[in-house]
């Protein structure tokens, strides 16, 4: 069974604080994949980043950053010095090898001028 | 590429009525994945399908909806009949699954409106 949980549904920032919005997943697969998307007011789905389950290392993107820990099995999403265009409902996902692709309920971030 | 393409974009129905939804996955992706957004429930996944088969429809919420994909450029996502309470975006993704799992890719959704 898969499983993720974001536990912030709503965040309202001042733009150019920095937010960090949280996943934690739950999978007993060794081998998984996790990713963020990006659900922008017209309603796509974006995809931002996808991390294997072996490599932790972390990742930073322009403003964005990523921050992997499986020792407490959460992949963090930091946004520095948010922006406008930052405002969205972000989703983490989790696959393992062959299986579905399960999405958290998202974090929906807005970014006050 | 031209991505994920579903259509229609939008589609308003009656109660009762059949609905289609229709998509095409990224040439060359095996797995192909249908989702419902709402906002009470946000993305729940209807069913996936890997090399054409359906894998898992566990998501599927009645017998009403049924998915099909007769081969690897084309999936239907089918309601019979469509109830107001099927009222949602769908989504179809598709994605590369296998040693070194791509991400999903999205269409554009079908916006669903059954009054």
């Known amino acids: 069974a898969q499983k993720v949980t974001q536990a912030q549904t709503e965040i309202s920032v001042v733009e150019k604080e920095d937010v960090t919005l949280d996943c934690v997943y739950e999978t007993r697969d060794t081998t998984y994949y996790l990713f963020w998307y990006k659900q922008p007011p017209s309603g796509e789905l974006v995809f931002l980043i996808r991390r294997n389950s072996f490599d932790e290392q972390n990742e930073i993107s322009g403003r964005y950053s990523w921050n992997f820990q499986k020792s407490t099995s959460s992949f963090n999403f930091t946004i520095t010095a948010s922006q406008v265009v930052d405002s969205a409902v972000y989703f983490c996902a989790l696959s393992g090898g062959y299986q579905k692709v399960t999405f958290g309920i998202g974090t929906k971030l807005q970014v006050i001028p | 590429d031209a991505g994920v393409i579903q259509s229609p974009r939008h589609e308003v129905t009656e109660m009762g009525q059949e609905v289609t939804l229709r998509c095409k996955p990224i040439?060359?992706?095996?797995?192909l994945f249908w989702y419902r957004q709402t906002m009470m429930r946000g993305l729940e996944l209807l069913i996936y399908?890997?090399?054409?088969?359906?894998?898992?429809d566990s998501g599927m919420p009645e017998d009403r909806f049924s998915a099909k994909m007769p081969n690897a450029s084309f999936s239907t996502l089918k309601i019979q009949p469509s109830e107001p309470r099927d009222s949602a975006v769908y989504f179809c993704?598709?994605?590369?699954?296998?040693?070194?799992?791509?991400?999903?890719?999205f269409g554009q959704g079908t916006r669903l409106t059954v009054v």
């Open positions: 399908f890997n090399n054409n088969v359906p894998i898992d």
């Open positions: 993704a598709s994605r590369l699954s296998g040693q070194g799992n791509t991400e999903a890719f």
């Open positions: 040439s060359g992706h095996n797995s």
